[in-house]
């Protein structure tokens, strides 16, 4: 299975934009690219997915790079509400061993007043 | 509003003892998961039902079970908790759409306690 690798943790200030890489030098042609977020005792909750294009949406904008290899979660500006641990996870949208999340260690997004 | 919702939040469990945690969702859709996240760690899937057809990982313990009566209601049942069964026990919905790219919603999550 295509894998993830992200940095442990970031800090951020608030106000200020903030820029999650994550990588996937092994991302087949059909993996989708999916970020997921957890909030501080609660359960992940859906912040964007991508294919190829950038895109974007109310909580975040998705910067995918042009060989797949390398994504990037941007928050244009940070809230202490944004402080979470954010996963990058690969999905194949055709039922098989891919298609369920699975998430790995994630980034800790730390904000800072 | 629609949502996930997980009761109780907090259960606490003698070891060997059987406990049953509750999922149900108003959001009417036909797949349902539970996850196991133990403490630092990620969420890891235990298994999932695809309308009634259940759906075990390969490496979930045989002392998990699970019980899905109606589309809102899904059930875990740990049949005899270690300590090593204490953990956040998250659920999940979602719906399978013609794209497969389906949203999983969680819920809030019940933390099982094992004395």
């Known amino acids: 299975d295509a894998k993830t690798t992200q940095p442990n943790s970031m800090e951020s200030n608030e106000e200020e934009p903030v820029h999650l890489p994550c990588n996937h030098s092994?991302?087949?042609?059909?993996?989708?690219i999916h970020w997921y977020r957890q909030l501080p005792s609660q359960g992940p909750e859906y912040v964007i997915h991508?294919?190829?294009s950038n895109v974007n949406n109310r909580m975040a904008s998705l910067a995918i790079a042009e060989d797949r290899k390398s994504s990037t979660l941007i928050l244009h500006r940070a809230t202490l509400r944004d402080a979470a641990v954010y996963y990058c996870?690969?999905?194949?949208?055709?039922?098989?061993?891919?298609?369920?999340?699975?998430f790995g260690k994630g980034t800790l997004l730390t904000v800072n007043p | 509003d629609a949502m996930v919702i997980q009761n109780p939040r907090y259960q606490v469990t003698q070891f060997g003892k059987p406990v049953t945690l509750s999922c149900s969702q108003t959001l009417n859709h036909n797949v349902m998961y539970w996850y196991q996240q133990k403490s630092s760690q990620a969420p890891k899937l235990l298994f999932h039902?695809?309308?009634?057809?259940?759906?075990n990982e390969a490496d979930t313990p045989d002392n998990f079970q699970s019980r899905r009566p109606n589309t809102s209601f899904c059930f875990l049942d740990i049949r005899s908790p270690g300590l090593g069964d204490a953990a956040m026990y998250l659920c999940?919905?979602?719906?399978?759409?013609?794209?497969?790219?389906?949203?999983?919603?969680f819920g809030p999550g019940t933390r099982l306690l094992v004395l």
């Open positions: 996870i690969l999905r194949d949208p055709v039922r098989g061993s891919n298609y369920k999340l699975t």
């Open positions: 039902y695809y309308d009634k057809d259940f759906n």
């Open positions: 092994t991302i087949s042609g059909t993996d989708y």
């Open positions: 999940a919905t979602s719906t399978v759409t013609a794209g497969g790219l389906e949203t999983q919603y």
């Open positions: 991508g294919l190829t």
